[in-house]
């Protein structure tokens, strides 16, 4: 076994491994760039490297760096996590001449799946179901055009070295390959330093599954169950789930051999994850395609750790030494139900815009929030909650920074429970205790999709979000006797924060009476509430309950229950904002105007601010790079045409127009760096 290992990567995957290294008493060397200096993982390790500034192609992205720091700290191996140099063949090789070991799959197997054109020529020859498509040199635009038109549209373009999400577009018509091929091979060229682009039938109604496989360099190759990754926003993974609620055993047995079959054709070992595409509207589940195979751990591996009882990372590392796995597919079962969702930098509010910036606050619901240490007399990694568990994957610090230089993903929130409702009800809760402050966060789009129906009837597709949110997110759906507890809440704090204020002042000797009787406005609903010892009187229904937020206070806790009803347990956080309190649950933020009911006669006088009409500038959402102007002064558009394409997080965002209009004046060039509400240009 290894005595010391490092790390080529950053964030909570850095963290993840430093863990279950220190766990099998192995030391660990973190490398880290400018950007990263005071970063947890790099206190967490046993030592740490400095290796460049904070852009990744200056420093995790330099091989040699790597290599020199290995050589430094006397390191016996690396492993690259996920992203970054992890499926670089050209690091593997290094490294191996260098007689560091590669915790990972071998060279083989990583550049003939790193590919996706010929991965998918090899998954045919393993007797794998395969996508119809195009999967040869693609010329040009019309080239593109031309073979979209013969396989038949809706059809999928993917830079061929891509993933994460990037360098992917669907077309629908031929315009939609006009205007997205060129696109693709920039981010294809940009994200991974290859243009090539393959295109391919888009199944309908699709659902995301993948196949975990784990290896040893003895022969032996286990899958260890599914996961369900359908929930998706631009390719990008927003939910996982394991197992799949869309899976049968019949089919779990007919995936997970054709994937063992393909990873064996290629001579794989360690852990990788075989990513299929299936069509929903099959219902003998038997339409299920091969789309492409990751040579390396994935984001969402804890799910399939919480199922199985399996450490993969521990199981990476035994078999980089040359150990055989100590389990045989027989042993591999599934325990219970694990969902994860990821907590990413960006604003569900403003079109899941990019969000960099100072994490003013940041407290995930852990610890402190159990009340178990075991569940069911089984330990696990994070901490329990009734009858399941609750773990946080993070990388992340207060007072640190979300860069514009890496991946947004905040933080990862893991629920389990022996149910797939008790994990869902679970990450409500959890997440009703996630503050994070000081950037956008997608904390309330999550709660939102654990709590909708859809989801939790198990009915997923790729276009869950798409479908579901058309008009964009807006909040999650607050059920009313919810609302009568947040008006509650509401009075009950505006009547404490008033007689603290007049027993503040000392000028009198005792407080000056406060009316127990109030009007909230939440939001566009308007309630009647009168306070009572204990309880308090909504709109003539009794809500009984308490909340434990004092003022100066952010976190709060209220349990409450309306008239019959069950007993209602919020986590919430509080704010007062000006003259209002604003109070965020269940996914949702509601501002509450709380006036004594004997001046609500007067509210008809009060002043109202009204916003500023920017209909007529195209304003930059996020800060980026302006890639691309579309349109020209003077020019006519119309609505929905593309008028400027801006680059962040290495991904192209198309901005068009929302009314028809002409070019009066624009205010940026190709290739300026804009700030978020930078002003692009201007509508007559």
């Known amino acids: 076994m290894f005595s010391k290992i490092l790390i080529a990567n950053r964030g909570e995957i850095a963290c993840r491994v430093i863990t279950t290294a220190r766990k099998m008493g192995i030391k660990t060397v973190a490398v880290y760039s400018d950007a990263d200096a005071r970063a947890p993982f790099v206190a967490m390790a046993d030592e740490a490297v400095h290796i460049g500034p904070s852009p990744a192609a200056e420093s995790y992205l330099i091989a040699d760096k790597i290599i020199a720091a290995c050589k430094q700290t006397g390191a016996e191996a690396v492993h690259p996590g996920y992203g970054f140099l992890s499926e670089r063949t050209s690091f593997a090789e290094a490294l191996a001449k260098e007689g560091i070991a590669f915790i990972g799959p071998p060279v083989g197997a990583i550049a003939a799946m790193g590919d996706k054109i010929e991965s998918k020529k090899l998954a045919k020859e393993a007797g794998v179901n395969v996508v119809p498509g195009f999967v040869g040199e693609i010329e040009d635009t019309e080239h593109a055009v031309r073979i979209s038109n013969e396989i038949g549209y809706p059809v999928m373009m993917k830079a061929s070295a891509g993933g994460g999400g990037k360098g992917m577009r669907l077309a629908y018509n031929e ?219 993070d990388g992340v610090y207060e007072g640190g920074e979300v860069s514009r230089f890496y991946d947004p993903m905040i933080a990862k929130l893991i629920t389990w429970a022996p149910t797939r409702d008790e994990a869902a009800d679970l990450q409500i809760e959890a997440l009703d205790h996630f503050r994070i402050k000081g950037l956008g966060h997608n904390v309330d789009f999550l709660s939102a999709i654990m709590q909708h129906p859809r989801f939790r009837s198990g009915e997923l597709t790729t276009g869950f979000i798409a479908e579901e949110y058309p008009e964009g997110f807006h909040g999650a ?13 509401c009075a009950g704090n505006e009547f404490s924060l008033q007689s603290r204020a007049r027993r503040i002042t000392g000028q009198l000797d005792g407080p000056l009476p406060v009316t127990s009787e109030w009007l909230v406005k939440l939001g566009d609903q308007r309630f009647e509430v009168t306070l009572g010892e204990g309880h308090a009187m909504v709109d003539g229904v009794r809500v009984e309950g308490t909340c434990n937020w004092l003022p100066g206070m952010v976190q709060a806790e209220a349990t409450g229950k309306v008239g019959d009803g069950p007993e209602q347990r919020l986590g919430l956080i509080v704010e007062r904002q000006g003259n209002q309190w604003k109070v965020t649950t269940r996914g949702a933020a509601h501002s509450a105007l709380v006036l004594p009911l004997r001046l609500a006669r007067h509210e008809s006088l009060m002043l109202e601010k009204v916003p500023p009409d920017l209909s007529r500038l195209l304003i930059c959402p996020m800060p980026g790079m302006l890639v691309k102007l579309h349109v020209a002064e003077g020019e006519t558009v119309q609505p929905g045409q593309p008028l400027a394409t801006v680059e962040a997080m290495k991904m192209e965002n198309i901005l068009r127009a929302e009314k028809e209009g002409v070019i009066a004046k624009i205010n940026a060039a190709e290739g300026e760096s804009l700030a978020v509400d930078a002003v692009i240009l201007e509508l007559e």
């Not at 759906?477 to 809440?489: F, G, M």
Request: aromatic share 8%.
């Open 175 to 393: 315009a939609d390959v006009r205007e997205g091929f060129e696109s693709v091979k920039r981010e294809g060229l940009n994200s991974f330093g290859d243009d090539r682009v393959f295109i391919e039938k888009f199944i309908l109604n699709p659902r995301h599954i993948e196949i975990q496989i784990l290896g040893d360099q003895h022969g032996n190759i286990l899958y260890l169950n599914e996961r369900e990754c359908s929930i998706q926003r631009r390719h990008q993974k927003v939910v996982e789930e394991a197992p799949s609620p869309f899976v049968t055993p019949k089919m779990r047995k007919a995936m997970g051999e054709q994937c063992v079959a393909l990873a064996r054709a290629v001579g794989y070992y360690s852990a990788g994850t075989v990513e299929l595409i299936v069509s929903g509207a099959d219902p003998t589940g038997e339409s299920f395609y091969f789309l492409e195979m990751n040579t390396r751990l994935q984001v969402e591996h804890p799910v399939t750790e919480a199922i199985t009882g399996i450490d993969l990372v521990e199981q990476m590392i035994r078999v980089a030494a040359g150990e055989k796995l100590a389990m045989t597919q027989d042993d591999i079962g599934i325990d219970g139900w694990a969902i994860e969702n990821r907590v990413y930098a960006e604003d569900p509010y403003r079109g899941f815009l990019p969000s960099t910036g100072r994490l003013v606050h940041y407290s995930p619901p852990l610890p402190g929030w159990s009340e178990d240490e075991t569940v069911a007399g089984k330990p696990r990694r994070g901490v329990a909650r009734g009858t399941g568990s609750v773990r946080v994957d």
């Open 477 to 489: 759906a607050t059920s009313d006797d919810v609302k009568r507890i947040l008006a509650a809440v």
